[in-house]
């Protein structure tokens, strides 16, 4: 009876002959490769069809045009600065010859020198957050509105005439005044062409300031009252946003959103209730490490603002800041 021969070969030996026989299916391959042709992939039909083009939504007067240009050139001066403080900071880290306690002096007085250009770079760029309301209502209505509408405030607006506004009532002005003598109304809010013209007017009189400014800061509660009358409103309903804008009990504004929740989502994902009340506990005792609310309408324009506050509610992660 024949016996059968073991196999003596050595550990090494089979990692060779492994490797040997990789690089030739290696070979094989990439000789595959050189002799397949290249084919161009021809796509006959988009596969969005009911896409449309997004538009990129820019100036459309002279001053928005300057005021988009200074807060380019100002994003631009302060990437400028950024960047030659991380090539500096790099130079410092990487100096052959400096000591490790010249190196932290030498990169502490960039960073304060940093601060400092940074604040001259970057003027304030501060607005009226009625201004911004307004604009995003304006924005909003037009979006949802069709052009003949339009056609027709124009029609409207003509139609006022000094005796017709005398006509009016004075509930249907947003400002009304008297000192005994002399009646003042602005803002008529009668129709819905003139609704849209009192809420530009508004934004143009606080941006200029002065008394006017607060003459259409007193008017924007009614204005905003028939606006949302007549549907020249954002939606603030629970189903439409998940963001909320409200004063808190010190007057202060504050956003209020609920960023996670514990329902099965579109990729067919969850995350368990215990999950969220761990990670709200663990907040709790790491405040450092709150998440930051991030929001732009352009790249030059981002705002990044810590939240303070967290909690877990009936299926939904709230946060706040």
Do not use: C
């Amino acid at each position: 009876m024949a016996k059968k021969h073991k196999d003596i070969t050595t550990r090494a030996e089979r990692q060779a002959s492994y490797a040997v026989k990789q690089k030739a299916r290696e070979k094989e391959l990439q000789d595959k490769a050189e002799e397949t042709p290249e084919v161009e992939l021809i796509q006959d039909e988009p596969i969005e069809k009911d896409m449309g083009e997004m538009y990129y939504m820019g100036p459309t007067s002279f001053s928005e045009l300057d005021q988009l240009k200074e807060t380019r050139e100002q994003a631009a001066q302060v990437r400028s600065v950024t960047y030659d403080t991380q090539d500096l900071v790099w130079n410092i880290l990487n100096h052959p010859m400096m000591p490790a306690e010249e190196k932290a002096k030498a990169i502490q007085s960039v960073g304060s020198e940093f601060g400092a250009r940074v604040t001259k770079a970057a003027k304030p760029i501060k607005k009226d957050l009625d201004i911004l309301v307004i604009e995003a209502i304006l924005a909003a209505d037009k979006r949802n509105s069709k052009p003949l509408e339009f056609i027709g405030d124009f029609i409207s607006k003509a139609k006022l005439t000094a005796g017709a506004e005398n006509a009016l009532d004075d509930s249907q002005f947003a400002l009304v005044r008297s000192d005994g003598e002399k009646k003042e109304r602005k803002y008529p809010i009668h129709d819905k062409a003139h609704v849209r013209n009192a809420l530009a007017r508004a934004a143009q009189m606080m941006a200029e300031g002065g008394e006017a400014a607060a003459d259409a800061k007193a008017a924007m509660p009614k204005i905003r009252a028939a606006a949302k009358k007549m549907g020249i409103e954002m939606s603030m309903e629970k189903d439409n946003n998940a963001i909320l804008i409200e004063k808190d009990a010190n007057g202060d504004w504050r956003w209020i959103g609920w960023v996670s929740n514990n329902f099965i989502d579109w990729d067919g994902d969850i995350i368990a209730e215990d999950a969220h009340k761990e990670y709200v506990g663990w907040l709790d005792k790491n405040p450092d490490m709150y998440p930051a609310s991030t929001t732009w309408h352009m790249p030059e324009m981002v705002r990044k603002n810590a939240v303070d506050f967290a909690t877990y509610e009936s299926g939904f992660l709230i946060m706040s800041g």
